[in-house]
């Protein structure tokens, strides 16, 4: 599978491109902090939603297990279509999901445990005692507890797209709908924590940049292993 394809050559563009966007609004900061103001009190100096049931309970919580469940059972359905012939034309794209979707996952949770960046709620602008500073800038005297970007939690929603990547060679209607699921999930974990003062739009916008890069390129491997091994098998 040359690099020069269509879809992987359209994504070797287009991540940069957004990539450069990206980077300017997490520079600036000034979507950033107009939105997340929408969801601060100013008279109390707090996030009212940060301890919502709602938002806490199933926005948060609820959420994140129904994607755990989802990757669940699709490597659980992955494993028996080796046993059952019936689910045979789907044990690739069941395989390729199973793998995608906690690498894209995991490389979001890597890049924030490492992070020296807080959350909104924790930033003197709203309540808290440290400094905010622009992403790629200098790091501010009082940085506070860090480990803030990119959004963990929409990364879960987000990671659903890695369906579309596995499933859209063989059965692209269903690759459409994981994708448009994955975008919706993904959005509505955003909110949950730009409300509750946990995340920054562009922290989860990044999220979604870094789940559709890793979903890219694990897809661009896949594919080339698979072309790969099919023309050995033809040779022999």
Not at 25 to 43: E, K, N, P
Not at 70 to 84: E, K
Not at 119 to 126: G, Q, R, V
Not at 184 to 191: A, K, T
């Amino acid at each position: 599978m040359r690099l020069t394809d269509n879809f992987h050559f359209k994504n070797l563009l287009a991540l940069p491109l957004t990539g450069g966007v990206l980077i300017w609004l997490s520079h600036t900061g000034v979507i950033d902090f107009r939105l997340t103001q929408l969801f601060f009190d100013a008279s109390t100096s707090r996030f009212p939603f940060r301890e919502s049931l709602l938002l806490t309970r199933l926005g948060h919580d609820g959420l994140k297990w129904l994607v755990v469940g989802f990757w669940l059972t699709s490597l659980g359905a992955a494993l028996l279509s080796v046993r059952m012939d019936y689910l045979r034309t789907l044990r690739a794209p069941l395989f390729w999901l199973s793998l995608m979707l906690p690498i894209s996952a995991l490389s979001v949770a890597a890049l924030k445990a490492a992070s020296s960046h807080s959350c909104p709620w924790d930033l003197a602008l709203y309540g808290g005692g440290s400094q905010w500073f622009s992403l790629l800038g200098p790091q501010s005297a009082n940085p506070g507890p860090g480990h803030c970007w990119p959004g963990g939690h929409a990364s879960g929603g987000f990671a659903l797209i890695s369906g579309y990547f596995a499933f859209r060679d063989h059965y692209p209607g269903w690759s459409r709908c994981l994708l448009v699921a994955g975008l919706v999930l993904g959005s509505v974990m955003s909110l949950v924590q730009v409300m509750r003062g946990a995340h920054f739009l562009s922290h989860n916008l990044w999220s979604l940049w870094i789940v559709w890069t890793v979903c890219s390129i694990t897809y661009f491997l896949l594919r080339t292993g698979s072309a790969m091994h099919s023309a050995m098998r033809d040779a022999s």
